[in-house]
């Protein structure tokens, strides 16, 4: 696939850039962060975009979804990461959606699907239990009792786990923290008891949620797929949710770049535009650099999941390592080069380096990518 | 079948019956380039035999018209037959500055006698191009040059220094910038024009740089007499075409594997020579400063890859190469750098030998690459003047 948007991926840009521009406000995030209580995200929104089917793009047709791929989510969530639009997205449709697509037997597909693509039913993948992200690092035990599991433990940054229904839990039934093997995926009301489930409001505004899980009893036929097969969905599905992520962190790259810049044709001091000053002239056309190759590795590990190419997996990690810097360097200059406004919460700056910041944590930072990307390589 | 397969077929078969054995495959003898020109010589009779029947065959520029020495192939024609050649292992040897830069210039700004002059010399190799635009005094600041052209009569008299005119000693023309307004701005008395080299009053001297002897040299005109007819465009209005061509030296800068990169398809990867060196043959590499520096490399040369794809992609989808093009030469001279240097250090001691008797010809040359490298930032626009590039044409930025 050529590394250009098709016409029919260019509408597709056109449409969600016009729903964002008419739908949305990054003002919406002053007032989301301050919400203790309910949905993080505005429900409303939600189906309005669930009925412009793109909740449903990157899953086949026989479980109601689009059969389109990953390069046409891509552009959708660039433009939703442009405007910093606060849905569960990454959370539902990437994580778990990916989760049960690619791990769940046909029952499960054909009973959970359905409701993932046409948005009405919200699920979050709980994996997370170390302090930065570490797939293996699972302590959460699922213990045999007759013919059902007790699940015990404690998962943090669930995203938008505060509106999911039903979460994918990921545990262990062999091995120890650490293992790759006895990684076993469950399917976990979000209301059974035993589960607590702790809000926090993150940095973007976005919600997560801290799980506790203390004996909670699923029955067998929650596992998703096969025991002890965790692993094998949980590399795929982070691969595929790490170049995801960053599709919408480009969109976030882009506008804060491009606010940026226009920022610097405008401000007057010393009497000039202060984009005539050599010393910002230079590190904005540097910024550029990175901005488009950012883009082009977006585009291409996007299509890698498209087309199953073997170098998919080191392709993702190149992608998210590289997202992460440059939204990194996007936080660093777009403040400082917006000055004293650039530190107010009056300017929309600021945003984009808090949702930088947590996008960078998210699903490993650029640190751990490269890490991972030696070890696929095996040096 | 269809017209590109029919063509497919004529091509292969033609490739099969005209390609000579040496000149094709793993052994093929074909060196990395011929730059063609009246001193061109030929190791092996292989590789002049094949270029002379790809000349014929308008095969060295297949995309230019038949009139000026090419075969008039369609894109997708020109990619079938790159495709056809590579399966052979084999592809034309012929490259120069002429082919690169001064051809789609000619192309696009000389008179049509200009062109039948000039460009099938180019395309059969029978011609060397130079280029004469830096001056001692006229470096970033390019259109601050001073070698002057004086018109007199039919011609003009041409004083003046070009310096950074590679490869000149070894060339048979040049292209060159010369002054013909000093009483206007100074981009607006400039001239685009087109000078043989045996030409009286002519020479060159060639520089030494800190790698030692390297192909750039400084030429001088002692009243070289040029007919007017070797003007290309108009007079004074030849900054427009030295900008034009700037664009297409980045853009071959872009392409090539870069300057001092120890350009060879047959190079370790960085990664085998980080196992010789820290005698780690498999496994994780014990170095983990170095491990990660490797993987940023890589990483590196992944996003440059694919953001050249994709600008690949873009012109065939009828978005043609742009000032972008600076990012590309900015980029990738330094990441060229990088990895040059990265090499020398996981080397070790070897990389510090300028010269002796216990050290590999290729190390040395490595390291006289990594020190050559250092002019990959300079020329063609040094990395500072890509980006007031980038800043001025690509983002607007103002003066």
Known sequence: MALVLTEEQELLRDSARGFVADQWNIDRLRKLRSMSSGRGHDEDLWKQMAELGWTGIPFAEEYGGLGLGYAELGVVLEELGRGLVVAPFLSSIVLAGSAVALGGNDAQRKSLLPGVCDGTRLLALAYQESPRHDPYAIATAARLDGDDYLLSGRKVLVLDGESADLLVVAARTGGSTGDRDGLTLFLVASDVPGLTLKRNVLLDSRCAVNIELDNVRVESNSVLGAPGTGADVLDEVFARAAVALSAEMLGGIQESFDRTVEYLKERDQFGVKIGTFQGLKHRAARWFCEVELTRSIVMDALRAIDEQREQQAMLASACKARASDTYRLCGKEGIQMHGGMGVTDEADIGFFMKRARVSELLLGDSTYHRNRFAELGGY | ?399
Not at chain 2, 330 to 335: A, F, R, T, W
Not at chain 2, 386 to 392: G, L, R, S, T, V
Request: charged residues 25%; contains cysteine; aromatic residues 8%.
């Open chain 2, 1 to 399: 079948m269809s017209d590109i397969e029919t063509f497919r077929s004529e091509a292969r078969d033609w490739l099969e019956a005209n390609c000579p054995a040496g000149a094709r495959g793993p052994d093929s003898v074909l060196p990395d380039v011929v730059w063609g020109g009246r001193r061109q010589t030929f190791a092996h009779d292989d590789v002049k035999i094949w270029l002379e029947r790809l000349i014929e065959r308008g095969w060295t520029v297949p995309r230019w018209p038949t009139q000026y020495g090419g075969a008039g192939l369609t894109e997708e024609q020109d990619k079938v037959l790159r495709e056809e050649m590579r399966a052979i292992g084999t592809r034309s040897p012929l490259f120069s500055f002429g082919m690169a830069m001064l051809a789609p210039v000619l192309m696009e700004y000389a008179t049509e006698e200009q062109k039948l002059e000039h460009l099938p010399k180019i395309a059969r190799g029978e011609i060397r191009w130079c280029q004469g635009y830096s001056e001692p005094g006229a470096g970033s600041d390019l259109a601050g040059l001073q070698c002057r052209a004086v018109r007199e009569g039919d011609h003009y008299t041409i004083n003046g220094q070009k310096i950074w005119t590679s490869d000149a000693d070894v060339s048979d023309w040049i292209f060159a910038l010369v002054r013909t307004d000093t009483e206007v701005p100074k981009h607006d008395g400039i001239s685009f024009v087109l000078v043989d080299m045996e030409t009286e009053g002519v020479s060159v001297s060639p520089i030494e740089l800190i790698s030692g002897a390297s192909p750039f040299c400084e030429t001088f005109f002692d009243n070289v007499r040029v007919p007017i007819g070797n003007r290309v465009g108009e007079e004074n209005k030849g900054w427009t075409i030295a900008k034009r061509l700037l664009q297409y030296e980045r853009s071959m800068l872009a392409e090539s594997t870069g300057v001092g990169s120890g350009a060879s398809t047959r190079r370790q990867s960085l990664l085998e020579v980080a196992r010789e060196s820290l005698a780690t043959p498999e496994g994780q590499l014990p170095d983990a400063g170095l491990r990660d520096e490797l993987v940023q490399y890589e990483m590196d040369r992944l996003c440059y890859g694919a953001t050249y794809q994709r600008s690949t992609d873009a012109a065939k989808a009828g978005q043609g190469m742009g000032p972008e093009s600076s990012m590309f030469k900015l980029y990738l001279s330094e990441m060229n750098q990088r990895g040059s240097d990265l090499r020398q250090r996981l080397v070790g001691h070897v990389s510090l030998v300028w010269d002796g008797e216990d050290v590999p010809a290729e190390e040395r040359e490595m390291t006289r690459g990594w020190l050559y490298g250092k002019a990959g930032t300079i020329l063609g626009g040094t990395s500072e003047i890509q980006m007031n590039i980038i800043a001025k044409r690509v983002l607007g930025l103002p003066d």
